[in-house]
């Protein structure tokens, strides 16, 4: 073949590889890394010389790195395959709690190379001032390394540009420009709401070794403050159809107890009132504690006192995890899926709540020919982890963007 041909088949290989492709490609180098040619041909159901096309622009541009691993725990011949390149670049994540809040630094393959965390202020406008001068100090011990992307993690809605907190019930904020505010500082900045920022940290964590790609689609319920969800479909996260573009935040107040307790949202019996781990905690204090400011113990005390062996501990947790499978099980009705990750604050409890949550998700779907599956998922997806993720996410996208326009 001569080098003229070579190059002809080179382009037209790139040219079949889309820009999703290319994005499916790079997420699996990220899980997966170091990977070689054939793995990836063989995950993505493509011909070698299709990556072969698509990784040499990826190459050229630096994205990706081709090579002997250095891993000291390699024994015998070391692995050859593909990796992200990561000296240079930086990614930010911020991960806005209602409690507190967490700014980290971290390379493109996610390791975090450090990280501040502080009480949320009640002003969102302090609270952003806060952020930006955190962003300036971690970049400053890494002056020479660019900010790629900042991913943000918010608890509420968020607009259809992702750049907007549209609103977040339990800090009373509205209408938060945190993109805008935030941009002069550096790179791109993408707003997500924190159930979908934890739905794409678990389908990342996931998607190494789901060689049979079961967990392509899932629900993410993350349980805290509140009550969230993210969905996954086909890799993806589904953002729901039309210009509103935004299914996560609003199950955490469906109805699953008529004339119940008060909500932040002003109606009763709400979901996230019966199962958030906030909901626990006043569970196990006889709901004598106001509906809103802080309870005066937290979760993980909570926590701390079932495993400690306290029957009425462990009774709130138990009573919660029954709640959140309640919700569960008509999540998984309305959408169709039956795979389900529980993520957030929640999870801390999870040898408590399983069971109860499992055996109620069955009586509600019994007879219905779904067996679905229900794990817990790390609790820093719903964190820094998840806010790093969705810079991450970004970061991947233009980057199968640019190099498309680089081949050309
Ligand atoms: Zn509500």
Request: net charge positive; hydrophobic share 40%.
């Amino acid at each position: 073949m001569t080098s003229k041909q070579r190059s002809s088949h080179e382009k037209s290989a790139a040219e079949a590889v889309d820009r999703t492709t290319t994005r499916a490609m790079l997420k699996l180098v990220r899980a997966a890394q170091p990977i070689s040619r054939a793995e990836l041909a063989r995950r993505l159901g493509c011909n070698r010389s299709t990556i072969t096309g698509a990784t040499r622009p990826l190459l050229d541009a630096g994205v990706l790195t081709e090579g002997a691993s250095l891993s000291p725990r390699t024994v015998g011949r070391p692995p050859i395959g593909l990796r992200l390149r990561t000296e240079g670049t930086v990614l930010v994540g911020v991960n806005i709690g209602v409690r507190q809040t967490q700014v980290g630094m971290a390379r493109v393959d996610g390791s975090i190379l450090q990280e501040e965390v502080f009480d949320t202020p009640g002003d969102a406008e302090r609270e952003l001032a806060v952020i930006k001068e955190a962003i300036g100090r971690l970049h400053a011990r890494f002056a020479h390394d660019r900010i790629e992307a900042i991913g943000v993690s918010v608890p509420g809605p968020v607009d259809v540009e992702r750049r907007t907190l549209l609103y977040a019930p339990h800090l009373g904020w509205q209408n938060v420009s945190i993109a805008e505010t935030l941009q002069p500082s550096a790179a791109t900045v993408i707003v997500e709401n924190d159930a979908t920022a934890a739905a794409m940290f678990e389908a990342s964590r996931r998607l190494k070794d789901d060689r049979s790609g079961v967990w392509r689609d899932f629900i993410l319920v993350r349980a805290g403050t509140g009550i969230g969800i993210g969905v996954v479909r086909d890799g993806e996260i589904y953002r729901g159809a039309g210009a509103s573009g935004n299914l996560a935040g609003e199950f955490g107040h469906m109805t699953i107890v008529a004339g119940g307790k008060l909500c932040v949202c002003g109606n009763r019996g709400c979901w996230e009132r019966y199962a958030s781990a906030t909901s626990a905690v006043m569970l196990y204090l006889g709901d004598r504690a106001p509906t809103s400011g802080a309870p005066p113990i937290r979760y993980a005390e909570l926590v701390r006192r079932a495993e400690a062996g306290e029957l009425r501990a462990q009774a709130a947790l138990r009573q919660t995890g029954e709640y959140l499978g309640i919700g569960i099980a008509n999540v998984i009705s309305g959408l169709g899926i039956d795979r389900v990750v529980v993520s957030g604050r929640i999870v801390l409890g999870w040898q408590f709540i399983r069971e109860p949550l499992q055996m109620a998700v069955q009586r509600a779907l019994a007879g219905r020919l779904v067996e679905p599956v229900i794990e817990a998922g790390l609790v820093t997806g719903s964190g820094l982890g998840g806010a790093l993720e969705v810079a991450v996410d970004h970061f991947l996208t233009e980057a199968a963007e640019r190099t498309r326009v680089v081949d050309r």
